[in-house]
């Protein structure tokens, strides 16, 4: 009841407020920055910040079906071992996030002609596989980190309506009284990832929670020449535990994906190449083996029957 109650109140707004400004269209009558219809969509979705690392998909891929390109929005869709994937790149952030996972929604769901909601849901698993820092010297650079749970830091998910049981609310509010954050930051919110889609990499993953900063320098503890209003932020987060998990790494997407595919009725996993360990200030500068071999494991597990 509580699903159908959500589509049906979601329709209804829908149907309102379809207007030619609210739900953009490009001249070909496709969302307007993703570019891309529900019909050249693969149900199953790479998501990747880098534009050019949607090559990495597509020198894989057997067959070519569509490709597209629109600002940092890099679309391949094919076929590897037989099985349909779409890559799309997203660029970085939350905020590219909001528009690429709605346009994704909006292509699988909304007629674009009438600008209604079709009378059946259709179900995307969304996979973004992305690089991260690590916030604990054992998880060294070249890790593969899966994300059970992801902490937004950026705010997004606070100008959605959704019901406290959506998320992790409890969650939520043993964070916020772990980090005693001021008033004048956005409010955190928790969701967990598609148990599902865990489970095909469960195996050749460390787990854990993923903190989704809304920016890469003081939103993440670095400290160039301004110093972050935050002290010890890596610190802090490194030492909260939920579910038997710690808070392994930060990046800057996560919680966006994971949030707005929990509130439209989408399956998202997050899995980051660990290039930066911030306890021990490592870097990795060249990663292109380590990003092509995690590609092409995660594609065959998400491949198998």
Same mark, same amino acid.
Request: charged content about 20%; some cysteine; hydrophobic content about 35%.
């Given at each position: ?6 589509l ?14 609210e739900?953009?269209?490009?001249p070909?009558?496709?969302?307007y ?9 693969a ?16 020198n ?30 997203? =660029?970085?952030g939350? +905020? ?25 849901h ?15 010297? +054992? ?12 902490i =937004?830091?950026?705010?997004l ?27 004048r ?45 935050i ?5 802090k ?21 994971? =949030?707005?595919?929990?509130l ?21 500068n ?20």
């Amino acid at each position: 009841m509580r699903k159908t109650h959500r589509l049906h109140t979601f329709k209804t707004l829908a149907m309102n407020e379809m207007k030619s400004s609210e739900l953009v269209l490009n001249p070909s009558g496709k969302p307007y920055h993703i570019n891309t219809n529900g019909d050249e969509l693969a149900d199953d979705i790479f998501l990747v910040g880098d534009p050019n690392r949607v090559y990495l998909f597509k020198n894989l891929f057997e067959k070519v079906e569509y490709e597209s390109s629109n600002r940092e929005i890099h679309t391949v869709t094919g076929y590897y071992h037989g099985h349909r994937f779409t890559a799309m790149s997203t =660029g970085m952030g939350c +905020d590219n996030i909001d528009i690429v996972l709605t346009e994704l929604d909006v292509a699988a769901n909304i007629d674009l002609e009438t600008r209604t909601v079709k009378p059946n849901h259709r179900t995307l698993n969304m996979i973004r596989i992305g690089t991260s820092g690590s916030l604990h010297s +054992d998880i060294p650079c070249g890790s593969l980190v899966a994300s059970v749970y992801a902490i =937004g830091l950026d705010g997004l998910l606070n100008y959605y309506e959704h019901r406290d049981d959506q998320l992790e609310e409890t969650m939520a509010q043993a964070f916020e009284k772990h980090m005693q954050f001021s008033s004048r930051l956005a409010r955190p919110y928790c969701v967990k990832g598609s148990e599902e889609l865990m489970s095909k990499v469960a195996d050749i993953t460390v787990k854990g929670i993923t903190a989704t900063a809304p920016g890469f320098y003081a939103p993440q503890g670095r400290h160039i020449r301004i110093a972050p209003s935050i002290k010890d932020l890596n610190k802090k987060l490194a030492t909260f535990n939920w579910d038997g998990l710690k808070v392994t790494n930060l990046e800057m997407e996560t919680s966006a994906i994971y =949030g707005l595919s929990k509130l439209l009725g989408h399956n998202a996993l997050t899995v980051c190449l660990i290039i930066a360990n911030r306890a021990d200030g490592t870097f990795l500068n060249s990663y292109y083996d380590q990003m092509h071999e995690a590609v092409t494991t995660i594609m065959n597990r998400i491949a198998e029957k």
